[in-house]
């Protein structure tokens, strides 16, 4: 499992970001995503911890903690979802790949 870091400011790096947590445990891998234009950081991020008890210490120490100058949301981080109409599972069904609606 991993924790969902979010508020974070556009200047951290995961070298900030894994001593903020490493005070909670051992962190096995961090990350930032960016954005792919600009290549700057989203504002959020991703940390594994070694086990899971070290994740729920550093979510109920920094969940709402200040830091860089932003209140962190820090939370268990959730599966990603798959999206929708990408897989073209109904494209083909009806004329043309359109659905019809008279």
Request: cysteine-free; charged content about 25%.
């Given at each position: 499992?991993?924790?969902?870091?979010g508020n974070?400011?556009?200047?951290v790096?995961?070298?900030?970001?894994?001593?903020?947590?490493?005070?909670?445990?051992?962190?096995?891998?961090?990350?930032?995503?960016?954005?792919?234009?600009?290549?700057?950081?989203r504002?959020f991020?991703?940390?594994?911890?070694?086990t899971?008890?070290?994740?729920?210490?550093a979510i109920?120490?920094?969940?709402?903690?200040?830091w860089?100058g932003r209140v962190?949301?820090?939370?268990?981080?959730r599966?990603?979802?798959?999206?929708?109409g990408?897989?073209?599972?109904?494209?083909?069904?009806?004329s043309?790949?359109?659905?019809?609606s008279?």
């Amino acid at each position: 499992m991993s924790i969902y870091v979010g508020n974070l400011s556009y200047k951290v790096t995961q070298e900030d970001l894994s001593k903020v947590f490493a005070d909670y445990g051992t962190v096995k891998r961090v990350q930032l995503p960016t954005d792919r234009e600009t290549g700057r950081v989203r504002g959020f991020g991703f940390v594994e911890m070694e086990t899971a008890a070290e994740e729920e210490a550093a979510i109920q120490a920094l969940d709402g903690a200040e830091w860089m100058g932003r209140v962190m949301k820090v939370n268990k981080a959730r599966p990603k979802e798959q999206k929708g109409g990408r897989s073209g599972g109904n494209w083909g069904k009806n004329s043309g790949g359109y659905s019809q609606s008279y």
